[in-house]
């Protein structure tokens, strides 16, 4: 007898770990266990495959295309097998540990890097029932699982008995301080649009239509319902993941290389693997807030879903070639000043707006 597939809180789709436990047939805790672990892995995985190509290969091609050079092309076809040499050298490299740090605070500050960025993916809707939680607090559920980062970031700068980590460490804190906030508050005037933090409804809302021009249907996605809020979701977002003009807490004309300067080997191939985790994972933020999830049309939705983070990312580096960084002040006033400002006007905005029509 093949089980029933399970339904999530509310009635809603399938989530992915209720549909591998339906596949093993599985039911009860021990499905929801199994079920839940096989679909992290998964899921895992395929983030982590996005990143090893994104970081050594796709970086470099960006990079080189912007600033008319030649990238990797000496290793297998395009140079894509340079991930492969990349990951043995660096994984290969001595860790050096410097005297006199705090280990406990040194060790697990790397850790916590990526563990944030991919603990919050795990409320994302993916598309095509990839989707692991969808609880009513998912969105923030996301927020709080980035802020994780944080903690690493204090972890690092003062674990490693250097004045130029702890600096860095310091910068970083400010920047997230200083942009967090906008982040949360815009991300907030989603919510009053939607009426729900959950993220299956914050989608759903979205394929409502708009407007039909010349025929063509065009979807309430809220970055065509409020462009200003999306505008300033992305700007947030760059200061967040660490992208010009916002990457002040590790530029290395400054402080040597911030936060991350005592790290070497393994260390640093995790505090690198967060670094673009952490760009997909504002990517897909960016996708489920105001670019309607994994819908598009014809193509399945993970295709979609994919096109939607890789497109923020290109836009990252984009503006790592082509935008100066700012000075601490003026990133900081930027924050406070400007952004904490703009967010809270479209907050109200919003507030007024929806009150309005209802």
Avoid: C
Wanted: aromatic residues 12%; proline residues 6%.
């Amino acid at each position: 007898m093949v089980p029933l597939p399970l339904q999530s809180g509310g009635g809603g789709p399938t989530l992915l770990p209720e549909t591998i436990a339906n596949l093993l047939g599985l039911s009860g805790t021990v499905g929801q266990i199994v079920g839940g672990l096989l679909g992290a892995f998964l899921i895992a995985n395929i983030l982590l495959l996005q990143t090893a190509v994104a970081g050594p290969w796709a970086k470099r091609k960006i990079t080189a295309a912007f600033t008319d050079r030649i990238s990797v092309n000496r290793v297998g076809p395009f140079g894509l097998l340079t991930i492969v040499v990349d990951a043995v050298r660096l994984l290969s490299k001595e860790l050096v540990i410097p005297d006199q740090v705090d280990r406990p605070a040194y060790d697990l500050g790397p850790l916590l890097i990526p563990f944030s960025a991919l603990l919050g993916f795990a409320v994302i809707p993916m598309g095509n029932g990839i989707h692991l939680a969808d609880p009513e607090t998912g969105l923030a559920f996301a927020f709080a699982a980035s802020s994780i980062a944080s903690l690493g970031l204090v972890m690092m700068g003062y674990g490693s008995n250097n004045k130029y980590s702890l600096l860095g460490g310091l910068r970083a804190i400010a920047a997230n301080l200083a942009y967090e906030i906008p982040l949360v508050i815009t991300g907030a005037s989603v919510v009053i649009f939607t009426g729900s933090l959950q993220m299956s409804e914050i989608v759903a809302a979205q394929a409502e239509p708009l407007l039909t021009v010349a025929g063509v249907t065009i979807p309430q996605w809220f970055a065509f319902v409020n462009p200003f809020a999306f505008a300033l979701f992305v700007l947030a977002n760059l200061a967040e993941v660490g992208r010009n003009p916002f990457d002040i807490p590790e530029a290395p004309t400054e402080i040597v290389a911030g936060y991350q300067t005592e790290y070497s080997s393994v260390y640093f191939v995790l505090i690198y693997l967060g670094e673009f985790v952490h760009i997909f994972f504002g990517g897909a933020i960016a996708a489920t807030l105001f670019l309607g999830g994994p819908a598009g049309p014809i193509l399945p939705g993970f295709v979609w879903f994919l096109v939607k983070i890789w497109a923020f990312y290109f836009f990252t580096q984009w503006m790592r070639s082509a935008i100066p960084r700012l000075r601490v002040d003026q990133f900081l006033d930027v924050g406070w000043k400007g952004m904490l400002v703009l967010s809270f006007a479209n907050l109200v905005l919003t507030a007024i707006i929806v009150g309005v029509i209802a």
